[in-house]
């Protein structure tokens, strides 16, 4: 903290200053922050696990003989990517490999004129199986009007750069051409000795790229652009109603005649599933126009930039003379410096957590999470689903229809924590041994290890499309710092990675677990009824359950979290205010919002219930006898958001984020909170207590 500052004036400041004059961004990454700090304590923990010298144990193991399978496949992954100098001893074959594969498939001259669309579409069907998106890919996902099912999705993508905006910015796109000239010679041209020792950290990569490769580059960016142009704007794409556009498969076929639709659908789902009948395009409007950029670019343009995909997707695995290139790349975007490679073990155990993250996650739950902690924050949350119910009645701009809806809703949410329990049951060895059964990995190749995983998760996740939705799923690994909210499920979920320091423990005065978890959960149950979350009933159907004159009293608050949030400035690395989009962030600061307002009233009134402590911890801390709890709850709240963050990071989260940088997700919460001021004295029209507020929940 830096107590010098006036909390009333600026909370993130007088919250974090301390921190911003401790804590330097780490010479390798684009920022730190208390998410990033428990994230790689965690990582240590999986890097003890999967290392050659370690021998973790589970305290209770159900099956000894698919345990030691476990340990041997994620010691090996690890392994396989720790062995830089077999790495090396490939070079870039495995992607050449790949590319030949692709350009068998699609073969094109610069004589060409005429789109050949089965090659198209068989090349496209290839890159779908080893997981790599194009312009446009086929997913499985869950039918948001039927939530116990699932469908099949076309959805847009295919840009190399995070988002259309870059695509304006010429000296991102300069940096971007120069760029794929210099992996198209070090993939597929001649300039390949011109480096250092593979192997070193310190290899440096000058290029001498020929005639030939800087004309493709040229013309892929110049498609990229393109691409860009037609896509649909990232709010559009996360609203559910505009978003969810049922066609059949003649229908996708009349927006893009140059692909054969049938022929990728059956190449990617398996034998024994049916081919859907109904499938939902997230855009056809980008669908038609993508129909008009393919007749319009010549095939040659389209192989180099197929050929693209599968070099910016794939070459990451390779040693680091064929990936250099891609990290200037990265230096441009994050400000983070190419020339400093990351400690090898960080990016292998990110490897792991990526690929075998559940299997890793049941050895990091026998480590870390114990103790009553799975209990402490399900008692939490259920005191927070009693102070929703009872304020819904009370907001005089939900009719009782609506409202009966919302608590219909709130009854029904339903919370998973700590680790998943199925499709793979975390605590099962056997039962994560059979859920990765068909995934192999060896020791010797990575880059194999990475494509089979790509293929494995492919063809399991296309096989769903047959089955039910399974809601006793948990998306993300156990030691993932983080929470989220599913409208179709209408689930909240809390992987054990986020329940620790300084977010919750178990032995924390209550008014610290509240600023910390009980934020977070709040958080989590209010997107079930942010703009996008509203939108879903209690069985997590997308269906309209609000009266008129409720949505239009909902969309009048909630144009005030846009037009507050929309003011909000951050400085870029050329100097310039860039402001946040109030608009896409928009769920994000209603869910920020609700949970902090909706935590803090929980927490009161737990604290009025039991003044002496015999049931709720409210215990003061030594040393901070100075601040009331009242003080602490919020300190607490702002803390795990302390952090510093490059500019051009900045610049990339704002266009592609929906959250608000870390900064307003501090001060724009606290402005609209009435307990904030009162507990701080601020006084009227202070920075931190303006007049105006935004609320909703």
Not at 27 to 42: C, H, L, M, P, T
Request: glycine share 6%; hydrophobic share 35%; charged share 25%.
């Amino acid at each position: 903290m830096n107590t010098a500052i006036d909390p009333c004036e600026d909370f993130s400041a007088y919250t974090c200053g301390g921190f911003w004059e401790r804590e330097e961004i780490p010479a390798d990454k684009e920022s730190i922050g208390y998410f990033r700090i428990v994230a790689e304590q965690n990582n240590r923990v999986i890097r003890s696990i999967v290392s050659p010298e370690s021998d973790p144990q589970l305290e209770n193991i159900d099956d000894k003989l698919a345990a030691g399978h476990n340990i041997q496949k994620l010691k090996d992954l690890y392994a396989s990517c720790m062995d830089e100098e077999q790495i090396a001893k490939v070079g870039r074959q495995p992607v050449v490999d790949q590319l030949k594969i692709l350009l068998d498939m699609f073969p094109a001259t610069a004589a060409d004129t005429t789109l050949d669309s089965k090659a198209l579409s068989t090349t496209l069907a290839y890159l779908n199986r080893i997981g790599l998106d194009s312009f446009n890919s086929f997913g499985v996902s869950t039918d948001v009007k039927d939530p116990t099912r699932h469908i099949m999705d076309l959805s847009e993508g295919g840009l190399g750069l995070p988002s259309k905006e870059y695509y304006q910015d010429e000296r991102i796109t300069t940096v971007y051409q120069t760029i794929v000239g210099q992996m198209f010679e070090l993939m597929q041209g001649l300039g390949l000795e011109t480096t250092n020792d593979a192997a070193s950290s310190s290899a440096k990569v000058e290029v001498v790229v020929s005639p030939e490769w800087t004309e493709a580059a040229k013309n892929v960016v110049e498609f990229e652009k393109q691409l860009a142009s037609i896509a649909t704007e990232r709010t559009d794409r996360r609203d559910p109603e505009k978003s969810y556009n049922p066609r059949t498969l003649d229908q996708i076929r009349s927006m893009t005649p140059s692909i054969d639709w049938h022929l990728i659908v059956q190449s990617v789902l398996p034998d024994t599933a049916n081919i859907p009948e109904t499938f939902i395009v997230v855009s056809p409007s980008f669908q038609e126009r993508l129909e008009g950029l393919l007749q319009k670019t010549s095939p040659k343009t389209i192989q180099n930039y197929l050929a693209w995909t599968v070099i910016r997707e794939l070459a990451g695995s390779l040693t680091l003379k064929y990936r250099q290139p891609l990290r200037v790349l990265n230096a441009a975007l994050s400000g983070v410096s190419a020339d400093v490679v990351p400690d090898r073990w960080k990016t292998c155990v990110g490897v792991v957590n990526t690929q075998l993250g559940d299997m890793a996650g049941q050895y990091f739950i026998a480590d870390s999470f114990k103790g009553n902690s799975r209990t402490q924050v399900r008692d939490m949350i259920e005191s927070l689903r009693e102070t929703y119910l009872n304020s819904f009645p009370n907001l005089n701009w939900l009719d009782d229809a609506t409202s009966e809806g919302a608590i219909k809703k709130m009854k029904a949410i339903v919370q998973l924590t700590g680790f998943s329990t199925s499709s793979p049951n975390v605590g099962s060895s056997r039962n994560i041994d059979i859920y990765y059964e068909d995934f192999k990995v060896d020791r010797k190749d990575f880059f194999g290890n990475h494509l089979r995983m790509n293929i494995w998760g492919t063809e399991r996740y296309f096989s769903e499309i047959d089955k039910p939705v399974n809601k006793k799923k948990m998306h993300m690994s156990p030691q993932t710092v983080n929470a989220y909210y599913s409208p179709t499920e209408n689930q909240i979920v809390f992987p054990a990675g986020i329940l620790q320091p300084p977010f919750f423990h178990t032995e924390n005065p209550e008014y610290i677990n509240w600023g910390g978890i009980g934020v977070v959960a709040g958080h989590e149950i209010t997107h079930g009824f942010d703009n996008k979350g509203h939108q879903f009933d209690a069985l997590g159907r997308l269906v309209n359950w609000w009266s008129n004159s409720t949505t239009e009293a909902f969309n009048k608050k909630a144009q005030c979290f846009v037009d507050q949030y929309g003011n909000f400035t951050i400085k870029g690395s050329d100097g310039k205010d860039y402001n946040v989009n109030g608009q896409l962030t928009l769920g994000e600061n209603i869910a920020d919002n609700g949970g902090l307002k909706q935590s803090y009233d929980t927490w009161k009134s737990r604290f009025a219930s039991d003044p002496a402590g015999r049931r709720y911890s409210n215990f003061r801390l030594p040393g901070l006898e100075g601040l009331t709890p009242e003080q602490l709850f919020y300190i607490s709240y702002a803390r795990p958001w302390c952090s510093k963050q490059r500019p051009e990071s900045t610049i990339r989260q704002m266009r592609t984020d929906p959250h608000s940088p870390a900064k307003w997700r501090i001060n724009g919460a606290v402005q609209n909170s009435v307990g904030f001021a009162e507990a701080f004295k601020c006084k009227a029209k202070a920075p931190m207590n303006p007049d105006k507020k935004c609320d909703l929940w």
